[in-house]
């Protein structure tokens, strides 16, 4: 029986569980207030007040932590790496504390989990972070030399919903060709052929169908000549893709529940709208099966909008002529970050080194 601790640093909260095995004994969200964390000048400040509320939030459950045998962190905003458990060592904790890609509070994640791995002397880890890259070279390129397709995307949940289907379909991961759909605040598509990610749309803020929250593709034409009509400002243009575009730019909100309930009482903005990212997402996915040539054991719909009934059905009528459709709604992130630690705990899987 392994005790698993999985730490989870988000933008205000700190998510928190503690795992015997695969059976999930503890779980807490740890809240963070704006005015404390905009006190920091940088993610990384961050380190001393976050394990310190996790400390305290334990002591306080009168939860011990000292018959673990491992801690996993998420992973944050790392150099290109393929998909698994990482071991937490000092060239990935020197490179988030630089953030050269970026900061994010998931770059926490390996920090936080080494600092209280250490002092009970057992192994850290982080799972499948947002910088799994796996894609083939030929879907890096575009058509302007100077810019190239990022692997940016839901990796953790995307992998941990494979694993799950792959058990539904009697059959081993590296032996599919699935196209996997995560569908939340940001939208990624990925084709996972034997294994590996071969394409993924940037989900971050590159390309791909519009979200809640992010305006995916846009054409280039009016896009360069707002950015430089003087209008706007690169956070203000930053802020129209990735924050305020997509639903919140058409109607004002990013909440799922909210447009729902607004389609259901009889909002025609809302329901065209949600059609039109639900076309989006399916002609994302059709794309994606020519990267496989119509070769494609199942489409995976995954993430917090696989909820919504009628974005799924949405979906499934343009798509379900490709291959059959499994829903896995939600994203389990504690899960998927415990698990991956346990893998390698029961010797099912080898840990791979951060370089």
Request: proline letters at 3%; charged letters at 25%.
């Amino acid at each position: 029986m392994f005790n698993i601790l999985a730490i989870n640093p988000g933008s205000t909260s700190t998510k928190i569980a503690i795992y015997k095995n695969k059976e999930i004994v503890y779980k807490k969200s740890i809240k963070h207030s704006t005015e404390m964390i905009n006190s920091f000048e940088h993610i990384y400040d961050q380190l001393d007040f976050r394990k310190s509320a996790i400390l305290d939030t334990l002591k306080e459950d009168k939860i011990s932590i000292d018959s673990l045998d491992a801690v996993v962190g998420r992973g944050g905003m790392l150099n290109p790496i393929e998909g698994g458990t990482y071991l937490v060592n000092k060239a990935m904790i020197d490179f988030v504390e630089e953030a050269p890609r970026g900061e994010h509070a998931s770059n926490l994640g390996c920090v936080i989990a080494k600092n209280l791995a250490d002092a009970r002397n057992i192994p850290a880890f982080i799972v499948d972070p947002v910088s799994v890259d796996e894609m083939n070279d030929i879907a890096r390129f575009t058509g302007m030399p100077s810019i190239k397709r990022q692997s940016l995307f839901h990796a953790l949940n995307q992998k941990a919903v494979t694993l799950k289907a792959s058990r539904q379909l009697n059959k081993d991961y590296k032996e599919l060709n699935l196209i996997v759909a995560h569908l939340g605040g940001g939208i990624s598509v990925g084709v996972h052929e034997k294994g590996h990610v071969i394409d993924v749309n940037n989900a971050l803020d590159g390309d791909g169908p519009m979200s809640p929250e992010r305006s995916g593709t846009v054409p280039l034409g009016p896009l360069y000549k707002m950015a430089l009509s003087g209008n706007y400002t690169l956070k203000q243009m930053q802020r129209m893709n990735y924050g305020n575009g997509g639903l919140v730019a058409y109607l004002g909100t990013n909440d799922g529940f909210e447009i729902e309930k607004r389609i259901k009482s009889g909002d025609h903005q809302a329901k065209f709208m949600t059609e039109v990212m639900c076309y989006q997402i399916a002609k994302e996915i059709g794309s994606c099966a020519t990267v496989l040539k119509g070769n494609v054991d199942a489409i995976i719909l995954t993430g917090g909008l696989a909820y919504d009934k009628f974005i799924i059905k949405s979906i499934e009528d343009s798509i379900s002529f490709i291959s059959q459709v499994m829903v896995f709604p939600g994203e389990d992130e504690m899960e998927a970050l415990a698990y991956g630690a346990l893998r390698v705990l029961n010797n099912t899987e080898s840990y791979k080194e951060y370089k």
